[in-house]
């Protein structure tokens, strides 16, 4: 129950959200450490800390044998930023900044207001037709939207923020486990990184939950790994 298979690879239900990695050499090495703990999805994006995120990521996974899912966003930054042409130089750069051959899972990260939805997936599906993108994922979208996007390209997961206080997406969710497509909730503990009892209650939510939860702190990441452990049976008592 605590596991999912995201893009292909069996991954434990907690991920490890990085939009405040930098390229220091303690945050290259935490991203080990990580792993070595037993994260195996790491979630990045282009924009991350003016591309620090991804230079991370890559500098220390290069040569990790483990296999570890690595999903990263393009695409933010509003009108204009889901054009076709924006999209692949984005692309371009992730590839070469996670030093590899192939993104796992690669998200359109926000919908253009300028640029059809359906126009800027054709751009990521060119990438999946050439084996650089191996899943496609969508962020920040409702039903209609995925429903959409996949007369397109399938559609491996959806990251939408979702918490106790923000529970908009429901409909979202219940659309996920019907399809079996993996809700993401990206800010799944409010700002609030102590609380781990919240994680627990979003893992009961629904089995296609997979939270990322940002952390630079390696105690603090073993916690959130540690609600995979919980009687999740008692989550429930969390969100009266």
Known sequence: MNNFALAGIQVPRIGLGTNRLTTAPEHVR??????????????????????????????????????????????????????PEVLSAQIEQSLR????????????????????????????????DRGAIRHVGVSDVGVEQIERARQVVDIAAVQNEYNL????????????????????????????????????????????????????SLAHLRANLAVLDLDLAEADDIAS
């Open 30 to 83: 935490f991203v080990r450490d990580a792993v070595d703990a037993g994260v195996r999805h790491i979630d990045t994006a282009h924009l991350y800390n003016s591309g620090d995120s991804e230079h991370a990521v890559g500098d220390a996974l290069h040569d990790v044998s483990e296999d570890v899912l690595v999903a990263t966003k393009g695409g933010f930054g509003g009108a204009g930023q889901g054009r």
């Open 97 to 128: 900044s996670l030093r590899t051959d192939a993104i796992d899972l690669y998200y359109l990260h926000r919908v253009d207001p300028e640029t059809p939805l359906e126009e800027s997936l054709g751009a990521i599906k060119v990438y999946v």
């Open 165 to 216: 206080e923000n529970r908009r997406d429901d409909d979202v969710i219940d659309f996920c486990e019907r399809e079996g497509i993996a809700f993401v909730p990206y800010r799944p503990l409010q700002g609030d990184g102590e609380n781990t009892a919240k994680l627990a209650w979003l893992l009961r939510r629904s089995p296609v939950v997979l939270p990322i939860p940002g952390t630079l």
